[in-house]
């Protein structure tokens, strides 16, 4: 027989609360060991009952996203599922930035939270149906961003030095066709590679293909 899953229910509705109860006592792979209705109060039973699965609601008193955070930092066993009634891509992203595994909405039908609690044990993502693909969208948009930042900007000269160092032309050459001093294409060559963090002419040449390899693949 496998181990239960233990369960912290935090919410500041006694009525929602006692549903919860209702459901999970039904439940012969569940098991509630505490209640919570304050984020506080949840931080505190997540720290000293180290439950399996704390299913929190957004709009109790108190941060709830920084307690999520520093259970998702400090008690990486347990899991935080969010059940809430903020119906906003915004609150599910912020929810999952700070640590939360699983994201549903109230409404939703019960065995929803209960395939959430299956699934986030199983150290996979769930989102409730509704927004799904929103969210993932969202995540991969902010992946996207993120990379983009994360990519070194070049200016025009540098991309034209690099183009020219592509097709293996000297420092002559290039300053020829540019029509700039050689001791100019030295400079921006330095530059380059203090940039690039290369230690020569091919280590530049390899990097700035990486650089424009990830920006073409954001911009897809």
């Known amino acids: 027989m496998k181990n239960l899953v233990k369960v912290v229910i935090a919410d500041d509705h006694p009525v929602l609360l006692a549903g919860m109860t209702s459901l999970f006592a039904t439940s012969s792979r569940h098991k ?3 209640q919570a ?5 949840s931080l505190q039973l997540a720290t000293t009952l180290a439950p399996d699965v704390l299913i929190m609601d957004l709009s109790m008193p108190g941060d709830v996203f920084r307690t999520i955070g520093q259970i998702a930092t400090t008690l990486p066993n347990t ?3 969010v059940f809430t009634a903020y119906c906003s891509i915004e609150s599910a992203l912020k929810a999952l930035d700070a640590g939360a595994t699983g994201f549903v909405l109230k409404g939703s039908p019960s065995s929803e939270l209960i395939e959430a609690i ?13 927004y799904a693909s929103q969210v993932m969208n969202g995540l ?41 001093s050689e ?4 400079h921006y060559m330095t530059g ?11 280590e530049v040449v390899i990097a700035a293909r990486q650089n424009q390899d990830m920006e073409s ?4």
């Open 37 to 41: 209705a304050d984020a506080d109060t």
């Open 192 to 202: 380059l590679m203090l940039k690039l963090k290369a230690r020569n002419r091919v």
């Open 217 to 220: 693949a954001v911009s897809r």
């Open 118 to 130: 299956d699934i986030v044990m199983s150290g996979q993502m769930f989102v409730t149906r509704q």
């Open 79 to 81: 899991k935080v599922v």
């Open 32 to 34: 509630i060991v505490g």
């Open 140 to 180: 991969r948009d902010r992946a996207r961003r993120q990379a983009l930042d994360e990519a070194i900007k070049l200016n025009v000269r540098e991309k034209q030095i690099i183009g020219h160092l592509m097709q293996a032309r000297t420092n002559r050459e290039i300053a020829a066709e540019l029509r700039i």
């Open 183 to 186: 001791k100019t294409v030295k």
